[in-house]
């Protein structure tokens, strides 16, 4: 099976839909989409995602079926710094602590340990593993057990902080590190594939990131701005 991840267009946050250039951007992504085999659309429940899943699926032909736990994550807590913003504090991690993620657990880390945005993670990978068992993949640990022979291909149009939640979590890296070293723009494409081996553990595997060819941008234009 393959998952399309795409990140909603420009948005116009205060009113939570899509700017003239982010409609643009969402026909450009639904036109590279075609060619991809979709058969599955799936949106958070937010209007800039259900607005930049809507030129897809008319273009496809599909529904699109909303996940409610795909919504954008929010943050903060009592004496956390920078108003307990995830993508600056995990830039800090990164960049000024040289934070070792393979020795400690980024989530007792003062940055994240009362931070909201570590509880909405945990619900969003809770919820996103719940969602992948119909669909024939059993998430035990780094690993997935294969329960079926389906090879389909779905889409899910999300967000910055939400979508690379799920990354964090499939591929099992520390989601501070994620949001400083794999941020991504607005209706980007990144694909992971996961083996059909029915009976057998298999790892996904990162088939494409960040794509943005459809749209021309500047990778990550948009990827710190929220």
């Known amino acids: 099976m393959r998952i399309v991840f795409v990140r909603h267009g420009e948005p116009d946050y205060e009113n939570d839909c ?43 032909g599909l529904d699109v079926v909303t996940l409610d736990f795909m919504h954008e994550i929010s943050w903060g807590g009592n004496g956390i710094p920078e108003g307990g913003h995830p993508w600056t504090l995990g830039d800090m991690m990164v960049s000024e602590d040289d934070f070792d993620f393979y ?28 969602f992948l068992k ?15 022979d389906s090879d389909k291909t779905i889409a899910v149009f999300s967000h910055g902080g939400s979508g690379a939640s799920v990354i964090s979590h499939l591929l099992s890296l520390p989601f501070p590190y994620v949001l400083t070293v794999f941020p991504y723009d607005v209706t980007s494409v990144t694909i992971l594939h996961f083996p059909v081996k029915k009976g057998s553990y298999v790892h996904p595997r990162m088939e494409l990131f960040n794509d943005v060819a459809h749209i021309g941008a500047k990778a990550a234009e948009y990827a710190f701005k929220r």
């Open 18 to 60: 899509l700017t003239e250039k982010g409609r643009q951007q969402a026909m450009a992504v639904s036109k590279r989409l075609a060619r991809e085999g979709i058969s599955e659309l799936y949106a958070s429940p937010m209007g800039r995602a259900q607005e930049t899943a809507s030129y897809t699926a008319s273009a496809l």
């Open 103 to 130: 020795a400690h657990d980024w989530k007792k880390h003062p940055y994240f340990e009362k931070n909201v945005a570590t509880e909405i993670y945990d619900g969003i990978c809770r919820r996103f593993d719940d």
């Open 134 to 148: 119909p669909h024939g993949y059993l998430h035990e640990g780094s690993r997935f057990f294969c329960t079926a």
